[in-house]
């Protein structure tokens, strides 16, 4: 890359979007998520009435085995239900509040608070002039007509220079200083099994996107639990708070762990979750353990043993390479920080018989701040050029009267050296 310009890597997840300098060992700026200024409704149904819920997801009252009728009677069975209807109510409000982003919607509407966070975070946060931006972009493998509407906005309306994708799996192995292995990521939307091999994606056994093992629904369940406890001060003091998405997110990042394989203890102890209101300690370990290790496959309730699915999918893979990717286990996502959850993990898989070992990663961002600052500057620019996203490119795709040529949009960089 030409010094003339300024090289800057974005990681837009979920909730939060990072962003720094390439070169640098951490972002420079990490924003939660703006508010956007319109929410659609989460169910299917053509009902009105069903439009005055939203459900989180572990409960599947979208699937599409149900009826419109039936998903429609379930909606307002749940509208009704002592701890449901609360539960969404809450689920609702932080809907609308914009806690995080669904990329499949967001990206279709116009105006919407994505694009608004990156003017503002380049234009006041960065300091940085679009026209001399040269943009890394972490590929969190969303769909490609997605990533072609995020580079139209960039290339466009905010005028960067160029932009490439990086995927995410890969870069998370850079930072892990390995080229082979085996990448489970949990985030708060999904959980993602990617298979790398020569710091290349094996697309042919991923096993991508278990909705309902993520902390979205660690989220949502630890509230279940505590609207359960039917405890008149806990609703009036805490489950009534604006803040409460803010206060469970604390207590999933500052007090929430993983028991180890064989400890059977019972905590009949009380914790301290905000000043004057206790809760039962044993929510600390016993929701994590439902949705993550809860013996057998109850994937209707957004719970089962991931370990054993994820044993389902190893076995997939040709036994000449299925050692060398198990015996460098790298996690990462938010949950996989949980004191407890890596070592608790890697216990479940040895009991099934996989000999996993875990390998810890610097993080994607970092990852990819060290493989641009490195080996991208000693591929040939022919390589480069072929997946730089330009404006050029990017009118080249657009085929008079036809549409878009979308098979065309560089998009996949499954080998970080040929």
């Given at each position: 890359?030409?010094?003339?310009?300024?090289?800057?890597?974005?990681?837009?997840?979920?909730?939060?979007?990072?962003?720094?300098?390439?070169?640098?060992?951490?972002?420079?700026?990490?924003?939660?998520?703006?508010?956007?200024?319109?929410?659609?409704?989460?169910?299917?149904?053509?009902?009105?009435?069903?439009?005055?819920?939203?459900?989180?997801?572990?409960?599947?009252?979208?699937?599409?085995?149900?009826?419109?009728?039936?998903?429609?009677?379930?909606?307002?069975?749940?509208?009704d239900h002592p701890v449901f209807g609360k539960l969404c109510q809450i689920y609702q409000n932080d809907l609308?509040?914009?806690?995080?982003?669904?990329?499949?919607?967001?990206?279709?509407?116009?105006?919407?608070?994505?694009?608004?966070?990156?003017?503002?975070?380049?234009?006041?946060?960065?300091?940085?002039?679009?026209?001399?931006?040269?943009?890394?972009?972490?590929?969190?493998?969303?769909?490609?007509?997605?990533?072609?509407?995020?580079?139209?906005?960039?290339?466009?309306?905010?005028?960067?220079?160029?932009?490439?994708?990086?995927?995410?799996?890969?870069?998370?192995?850079?930072?892990?200083?390995?080229?082979?292995?085996?990448?489970?990521?949990?985030?708060?939307?999904?959980?993602?099994?990617?298979?790398?091999?020569?710091?290349?994606?094996?697309?042919?056994?991923?096993?991508?996107?278990?909705?309902?093992?993520?902390?979205?629904?660690?989220?949502?369940?630890?509230?279940?639990?505590?609207?359960?406890?039917?405890?008149?001060?806990?609703?009036?003091?805490?489950?009534?708070?604006?803040?409460?998405?803010?206060?469970?997110?604390?207590?999933i990042g500052n007090a929430v762990y993983v028991k180890d394989i064989d400890d059977d203890n019972l905590d009949?102890?009380?914790?301290?979750?905000?000043?004057?209101?206790?809760?039962?300690?044993?929510?600390?370990?016993?929701?994590?353990?439902?949705?993550?290790?809860?013996?057998?496959?109850?994937?209707?309730?957004?719970?089962?043993?991931?370990?054993?699915?994820?044993?389902?999918?190893?076995?997939?893979?040709?036994?000449?390479?299925?050692?060398?990717?198990?015996?460098?286990?790298?996690?990462?996502?938010?949950?996989?920080?949980?004191?407890?959850?890596?070592?608790?993990?890697?216990?479940?898989?040895?009991?099934?018989?996989?000999?996993?070992?875990?390998?810890?990663?610097?993080?994607?961002?970092?990852?990819?701040?060290?493989?641009?600052?490195?080996?991208l500057l000693r591929q040939s620019q022919k390589i480069v050029k072929n997946h730089e996203i330009t404006r050029?490119?990017?009118?080249?795709?657009?085929?008079?009267?036809?549409?878009?040529?979308?098979?065309?949009?560089?998009?996949?960089?499954?080998?970080?050296?040929?």
């Open positions: 890359m030409s010094i003339e310009y300024y090289p800057l890597i974005f990681d837009l997840g979920s909730r939060f979007t990072r962003s720094g300098f390439v070169g640098d060992s951490q972002p420079a700026m990490t924003l939660p998520i703006a508010k956007p200024s319109i929410v659609k409704s989460s169910s299917n149904c053509s009902n009105d009435e069903s439009t005055l819920i939203n459900t989180p997801p572990y409960l599947d009252v979208s699937n599409k085995s149900l009826t419109e009728d039936l998903s429609y009677k379930l909606l307002l069975s749940l509208k609308q509040e914009a806690r995080w982003i669904d990329f499949q919607t967001e990206l279709r509407q116009d105006n919407n608070h994505l694009f608004q966070n990156l003017k503002l975070l380049i234009n006041e946060k960065l300091l940085v002039q679009p026209k001399k931006i040269k943009l890394i972009l972490i590929d969190n493998s969303q769909a490609v007509l997605i990533n072609y509407i995020l580079s139209k906005f960039l290339l466009f309306e905010l005028k960067v220079k160029s932009i490439i994708f990086l995927p995410e799996s890969i870069m998370t192995m850079v930072g892990a200083n390995i080229r082979d292995g085996l990448n489970i990521d949990i985030s708060w939307k999904k959980c993602t099994i990617n298979y790398i091999y020569d710091l290349r994606i094996l697309h042919e056994f991923n096993h991508e996107s278990f909705q309902k093992f993520n902390g979205n629904t660690l989220h949502y369940k630890i509230i279940e639990k505590l609207i359960e406890l039917n405890d008149g001060t806990l609703n009036k003091e805490l489950l009534s708070k604006e803040n409460l998405f803010d206060i469970v997110e604390l207590f009949e102890r009380k914790f301290e979750i905000i000043p004057g209101i206790h809760i039962p300690s044993r929510i600390r370990h016993e929701v994590i353990e439902a949705v993550f290790f809860s013996k057998g496959h109850d994937l209707q309730a957004g719970e089962g043993h991931l370990p054993s699915i994820i044993k389902e999918c190893i076995n997939r893979v040709p036994l000449d390479i299925r050692l060398q990717l198990i015996k460098n286990t790298v996690f990462s996502g938010g949950l996989s920080k949980i004191p407890g959850f890596k070592t608790r993990f890697l216990e479940e898989l040895r009991a099934l018989d996989i000999p996993a070992k875990g390998k810890i990663t610097l993080g994607s961002w970092t990852g990819c701040s060290m493989y641009c600052s490195t080996s050029d490119v990017m009118n080249d795709l657009e085929i008079k009267d036809k549409g878009i040529n979308l098979t065309a949009f560089p998009n996949d960089w499954n080998s970080l050296y040929s």
